[in-house]
């Protein structure tokens, strides 16, 4: 890879660096300190998501193609008629940790300094807004205070609402090696659900649904009472204890659902080991609960002094690549840039006059959920979505919709389409990852360059660029006259410079008067690097010593009082929703790439057997969700994995993915009272088998789309090695099998292969066995090569889908395809484990059949889980079933 350029991975906030070619080759960079050479399965499959098709390529005003002026000048001038009639609390921005930090910066900037608002809020008030305000209150500031080495320096690591091992894939790698070298370390896993990163732990803690801070506050009582406090730490550093203890010993340990037992195991453990490292995301964050959670764990850190210390201190990690550096300017709807205060006189006079701005906002704006709901009161009329799906994301996402839909004129920048950009009345291409330039701040506050390698596509343009172009039509031209993203990042760090003057932990102004050059060669660090060159660290991270941001310099333990348990009224399950381990968001980007299609291809619920057995459910059945007005149809995955009452759903799938595939419509996400963080994992809905007349299974070379829900109870299509493939049940039994198949695979002709004009020919084969209700199609191009095939049974399609899907564009004769099985010369690998070589199901069976005993031996044999290693709780876990099985015979 002698001509890659280094750049960062668009996706989790891991933050690892990637070395990429203009041909779409990608690796982890071994140089960069926050994966040295890394990559997960999704980062692995970058290269394959770089192609120009469904992405905007041009801006369109009222769906139609419009040049930029017109779109910018419209845009402008719909703004400024708001604002001029309504008031700047009229119109609003909903933006990304997507974002670079310097578009992020622009669009702040905008908001703020000279509309005059704060009701800019980003995508990040989903993930981590409970962790920055948790922060705020325990620190003073939204203070990350260690770094990654302490993952890898502690002796005891606790997971509490995270599935690193899927979620933030390289950061469990290194745990993981790190295990290995020292296997006296020792992983708890706190999660009412037993995720891949419980499969390997010590303790598996599977608490109640938010039952969290009654763990954390028996804890903290445990430390008290057997005398494990820090005394020193806390009389030099830390304020509040006497009230947090206080409440955690007035709270009940048996709210958190956990035995006596597995409490009294985990303190133990946590108590007995000096090197602690909880680590914790959205399982902690996504709660009406969440900044208490926070604190919960904060207080038990700095009740024993663990903090800011090699091996030591709670540690928030963010979903999204750059959520960090959208907490640095100010891209929340409370926050100033440079984790300056709204509310705070002195912060705003400082950045008004370095902004030199017009106005500047006097109070937070409205946070995310309440942004929506201010459109659909008609408070908000002029929107400018940049680079997200809160028509998927949001929780209520269908009222979501109808709120954005209701707004008097919404702009939406992006990529490519959404369920989002078809609201839209003017849409902006932007330019995406490997075509944009900038920085982004990883967890542990590294700040690394994310280089353009490739040209700018069509009439695609860069955020900053398109909001300063505006921002210039509304008549502040000068203050948004940036040559580059190097110059905005100077003023960014100017400004830290200010806020480290006025106390602030965010400092990064001794960059503020970097070349072109020197911001092209950036190697990636972690701030602060103040001017001054005095550092409050000590080495390398904040509050060993204390020196908190509160004025007194001190931290603040709270007094926390759990939330008391809520069963789910009968006949409703507990719905925890949250993510899987090669998808990323709404799929718009990893929804490209075929192998990462491949490993769980369609929006499922997971549900325990004895629940499934309840409704007489069967493995592959497909069910019903709903709640509220809102339905959702998904297949149903029975597994032990998640507890009786309780089921789990993935957010990914969207409008364009699926039928009826969305599951935060289903999710009320009642916000956080500190935070306004939604609870995206606590929501309720009953459940039942979906009637279908007939269950379907398609394959294509050409793209497929999910098909409509007048006739369709379920739908689901994904990207494949050859194409796309796609899941369905019908409604009704069709009159024409063949015209039906047509149809879902976008072909026409009639059973002949007479085409019609738009549409390639294709030969029809049929099978058909009346008795079993099963119906086989293939079509064949006139060179004898599959060009789609269609299934029906009156159940769940019983098929090889990946050797039937993997034939697509292949000479095979009709009568092979049509028996639905692979001949033994074509092996079937089956669905896929390891998505990063691709390997399948069946393929592990046999070499573990074969002998392979563990997840190393594996991997010699078959070359699973020997990259990312994101798969290897998988393996693991079908050795270990193995062995039973040996065992039981
Ligand atoms: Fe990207 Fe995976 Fe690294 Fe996250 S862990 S930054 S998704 S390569």
Redesign the pocket.
Known sequence: MTDAVCT?????????G?LATTTGEVR?DPDHP??FG???????A?GETIGLEERLLHPEVGSRRASWDAALDLVAARFDEAIRTHGPDSVAFYVSGQLLTEDYYVANKLMKGFIGSANIDTNSRLCMASSVAGHKRAFGADTVPGTYEDIELADLVVLAGSNLAWC????FQRLDEARKARPEMKLVVIDPRRSASAEGADLHLAIRPDGDAALWNALLAEIARRGALDEGYLRRHVQGFDDALAAARASDPAASGLSAEEIAAFCNMWIGTRRVVTLYSQGVNQSAHGTDKVNAIINCHLATGRIGRPGMGPFSVTGQ?NAMGGREVGGLANMLACHLDIENGAHRDAVRNFWQSPTICTRPGLKAVDLFRACTEGKIRALWVICTNPAVSLPRADAVARAIAAVPFTVVSDITRTDTTALADVLLPALAWGEKSGTVT?SERRISRMRAFLPAPGEARADWRILSDVAARMGWGKAFSYDGPADIFREHAALSGLAGALGRDFDISALARISDGEYEAMKPFCWPRPASGQSPLTAGRFFAEGGFYHPDGQARMLAITPPAPRPAAPGRFHLNTGRIRDQ?HTMTRTGRSPRLGQHLAEPFVEMHPQDATALSLEPGDVVRLSAGESTAALRVLITDRVRPGEIFAPMHWSGRTATAGRINPLVPGPTDPVSGQPALKHGTARLERLEAAWFGFAAAATPLAPPPEATYAYGAVIRTPTGWSLECAGREIPQDWIATARALLGMSGNASGEASADMPAGTASIAEDPARGLVRVAFHDDAERLQGLFFAAPHPVRLARGFAAGQIGRRIAAAQILAGRAPADLPDPGRTVCACFNVGLNTICAAIRAGATDAAALGRATAAGTN?GACKPELETLIANARLRAAAE
């Open positions: 960062s991975c668009p996706y989790c906030g891991v933050g690892c990637v982890g926050a994966n890394r990559l997960c399965s999704k980062g692995a970058l933030h894939p390289v950061l690549h990883n990323w990312c």
